[in-house]
């Protein structure tokens, strides 16, 4: 199947873009906050080959509408499974994408057949306290949108412009910054969400991904996923940082189809 585009309606109201390609067992990539669907480019065609693979961009980011009211990143996703007409699928999910990944399982184990983690966050993880972090949450909040975009690039694509994808990286930043706080301004998260005492419970193949040049803590996330959800495999990949997708995406794109069923 040739990439189709499509606009969905989001929960609530909006619209979320989307594009569907290839025909094989069902995935659904979910992008980083401050970032949009672009992040999959270099992986999308080869797991195409192989999977009927949706990628979209969350709500307010890329091409979809900003929100103006209240929204949930998991009923997003399940909007979208709904729409494609998918009963169950496999979740591939980059930060906060992970997060999203993961929050949705717990909600609705039944409908995912497997999980990728790439420098995956965890919903109730305390993040130690560091100047670059605490500078970056100081953005997020005042809306300093060119201090959070500077600020994006120096944390979390940390090889710079220079590394493989770095100018699609730098251009997702910049036209995303002032989009992702009026997207974070309106995301709810349920009471109680919080994944992190509850990765026991997740019964779907899971595979942990890194790169050994991502952010510190993203490394003691991993481990805590391999060490607590039953059966999780980790990798780490050499020469990538946390926008992995981009950096090395032959290698990961190998991992993914390893394990996706």
Not at 149 to 171: D, N
Request: some cysteine; overall charge negative.
């Amino acid at each position: 199947m040739l990439p189709r585009a499509v606009s969905i309606p989001a929960p609530g109201g909006g619209r979320l873009w989307c594009e569907r390609s290839g025909t094989g067992s069902p995935v659904v990539l979910l992008h980083g906050a401050g970032m949009d669907s672009r992040l999959w480019d270099a992986i999308v065609p080869g797991l195409a080959r192989h999977h009927d693979v949706i990628r979209y961009d969350a709500r307010g980011l890329g091409r979809s509408t900003p929100p103006d009211k209240p929204f949930s990143d998991v009923e997003d996703l399940r909007a979208v499974l709904d729409h494609f007409g998918l009963r169950r699928a496999a979740l591939a999910g980059l930060s906060m994408g992970g997060e999203t990944a993961l929050d949705f399982t717990l909600t609705h184990p039944e409908r995912v057949t497997a999980l990728a983690l790439i420098g995956a966050s965890v919903s109730g993880h305390a993040w130690p306290r560091s100047p670059e972090l605490s500078a970056y949450a100081a953005a997020r909040r005042e809306r300093r949108t060119a201090a959070l975009a500077a600020l994006e690039l120096t944390i979390w694509a940390a090889m710079g412009r220079t590394a493989p994808g770095g100018e699609l990286i730098e251009a997702m930043v910049t036209s995303n910054a002032e989009r992702r706080v009026v997207s974070e301004q309106h995301c709810v998260v349920s009471a109680g969400r919080d994944a992190e005492p509850h990765l026991g419970e997740i019964a779907a193949p899971t595979l942990v991904v890194h790169g050994d040049r991502d952010h510190p803590e993203i490394p003691v996330i991993a481990a805590r996923l391999v060490s607590d959800i039953p059966g999780a495999r980790g990798e780490t990949i050499p020469d990538a940082d946390h926008y992995l997708p981009l950096r090395t995406p032959g290698r990961l794109a190998e991992l993914l189809l390893t394990h996706l069923p």
